[in-house]
């Protein structure tokens, strides 16, 4: 009785924020404001009500490497630093409990997301969104982000290597200065994938 209730109640948390990824920047949407032009582009918009990040960048990494990190939920505290804890709450859901250590006096922040594939020609696309869990931890002393939500796209270039986009919804809550958001954009942005492609590059 106690799994069906609790299957029934994540049932309708679905239902209510999967329409979320609708809210996504998509592929072909060109109006990004460049941050940062360098190893990582960064770029920033407003679309549908929301602030977006985007951070792009062509690494000499086979597709399959970095599909295989990103689909490592419950390892990304390993992958990402700022990342302390990464709880799979559900292995069939692809649901995990993200806490981040954020920098300097300001509180960490934490959100429970459940992630889908997709693929679009060639394409490795991974999305994630906000979802509600009853066994989402403690989150005392942390921010919850409650529409985080984005995705991965990985792009295979022949003779290259592969092309990492990540989009984010940029809202922090708290008491973050509005004032440092493109900054703290433009480093996020950077941190993430270079993060990702140092992981790569030791556990290859």
């Given at each position: 009785?106690t799994s069906?209730i609790?299957?029934?109640?994540?049932?309708?948390?679905?239902?209510?924020?999967?329409?979320?990824l609708?809210?996504?920047?998509?592929?072909?949407?060109?109006?990004?404001?460049?941050?940062?032009?360098g190893?990582?582009?960064?770029?920033?918009t407003?679309?549908?009500d929301?602030s977006?990040?985007?951070?792009?960048?062509?690494f000499p990494?086979?597709?399959?490497?970095?599909?295989?990190?990103?689909?490592?939920?419950e390892?990304y505290r390993?992958i990402?630093?700022r990342?302390?804890?990464?709880q799979?709450?559900?292995?069939?859901?692809n649901?995990?409990y993200?806490?981040l250590?954020?920098?300097?006096?300001?509180?960490d922040?934490?959100?429970?997301?459940k992630?889908?594939?997709n693929?679009?020609?060639?394409?490795i696309?991974i999305?994630?969104y906000?979802?509600?869990?009853?066994d989402t931890?403690?989150n005392k002393?942390?921010?919850?982000?409650?529409r985080?939500?984005?995705?991965?796209?990985?792009?295979?270039?022949?003779?290259k290597?592969?092309?990492?986009?990540?989009?984010?919804?940029?809202?922090?809550?708290?008491k973050f200065?509005?004032s440092q958001?493109?900054?703290?954009?433009?480093?996020?942005?950077?941190?993430?994938?270079?993060?990702?492609y140092?992981?790569?590059?030791?556990?290859k």
């Amino acid at each position: 009785m106690t799994s069906k209730i609790i299957s029934i109640f994540l049932s309708v948390c679905f239902l209510f924020t999967d329409n979320f990824l609708d809210n996504i920047p998509p592929e072909n949407y060109n109006n990004w404001k460049s941050l940062d032009d360098g190893r990582v582009s960064v770029s920033y918009t407003l679309y549908s009500d929301i602030s977006w990040g985007r951070a792009t960048a062509i690494f000499p990494v086979k597709i399959n490497k970095l599909y295989e990190a990103l689909k490592d939920l419950e390892n990304y505290r390993h992958i990402f630093e700022r990342i302390t804890e990464s709880q799979v709450l559900d292995e069939d859901q692809n649901i995990v409990y993200i806490r981040l250590d954020m920098p300097y006096f300001l509180a960490d922040r934490d959100y429970t997301v459940k992630y889908v594939e997709n693929y679009s020609n060639k394409d490795i696309i991974i999305q994630f969104y906000s979802v509600i869990h009853p066994d989402t931890p403690n989150n005392k002393g942390s921010v919850t982000l409650p529409r985080a939500s984005g995705e991965w796209r990985l792009t295979s270039i022949p003779g290259k290597g592969t092309k990492v986009t990540y989009i984010w919804n940029g809202e922090l809550l708290g008491k973050f200065p509005k004032s440092q958001l493109h900054t703290a954009w433009k480093e996020q942005g950077n941190e993430v994938l270079m993060w990702l492609y140092k992981y790569i590059k030791v556990n290859k």
